[in-house]
């Protein structure tokens, strides 16, 4: 089975820019989803088909992919963003990274 | 307004049996390929099970085949997960979301511990 890795914490300034990566070969053939997960509550789908944002979904969240990298990036960070946020993809979730803005 | 409600979660004996279900409603479930999720007490989100639309095809996550049985009730609109041998790390939250995640339930805790 693949494996897909992301760090395990990013953290920023409010304003900053946030960059969230995960690696894995099976990037190179499948596209990638992310999802925001808050403490309590079920994820929420924030990029899927590696750059698309679902309805509803702010301008600030983008994703971008090279290689076998997706990088899910959240332009100016604000405070409501802090949560932990995971790739996927092929049946396959990353460990998920804790967002920090403070 | 589409709504996914699991349950069916509780607590378990190690070796136990459990059946979680997932209703839905608000969308045509019978076209909508859909995945059972899992997230261990603090832990990351784990992928468990998925099945097409008419139930003819499953996948199942190393960590659970041969113990897990995805299926669904179309007429019912209901997913299921029949839990077998379960185990101490099996203990999580159970979600139901579909095929593109767009949706998920609530999620339904399971514990197995004696």
């Known amino acids: 089975s693949y494996e897909l890795t992301q760090p395990s914490s990013v953290s920023v300034s409010p304003g900053q820019t946030a960059r969230i990566t995960c690696s894995g070969d099976?990037?190179?053939?499948?596209?990638a989803r992310w999802f925001q997960q808050k403490p309590g509550q079920a994820p929420v789908l924030v990029i899927y088909?590696?750059?698309e944002r679902p309805s509803g979904i702010p301008e600030r969240f983008s994703g971008s992919s090279s290689g076998t990298t997706v990088t899910l990036t959240i332009s100016g960070a604000q405070v409501e963003d802090e949560a932990d946020y995971y790739c996927y993809s092929a049946e396959v979730f990353g460990g998920g990274t804790k967002l920090t803005v403070l | 307004e589409v709504q996914l409600v699991e349950s069916g979660g509780g607590l378990v004996q190690p070796g136990g049996s459990l059946r979680l279900s997932c209703a839905a409603s608000?969308?045509?479930?019978?076209?909508?390929?859909m995945h059972w999720v899992r997230q261990a007490p603090g832990k990351g989100l784990v992928w468990v099970s998925r099945i097409n639309s008419d139930g003819s095809s499953t996948s199942y996550a190393d960590s659970v085949k041969g113990r897990f049985t995805i299926s669904r009730d179309n007429a019912k609109n209901t997913l299921y997960l029949q839990m077998n041998s379960l185990r101490a790390e099996d203990t999580a939250v159970y979600y139901c979301?579909?095929?593109?995640?767009?949706?998920w339930g609530q999620g339904t805790l399971v514990t197995v511990s004696s």
């Open positions: 979301a579909t095929v593109t995640f767009d949706y």
């Open positions: 608000g969308f045509t479930f019978s076209s909508y390929w």
């Open positions: 099976v990037l190179a053939k499948k596209y």
């Open positions: 088909k590696d750059s």
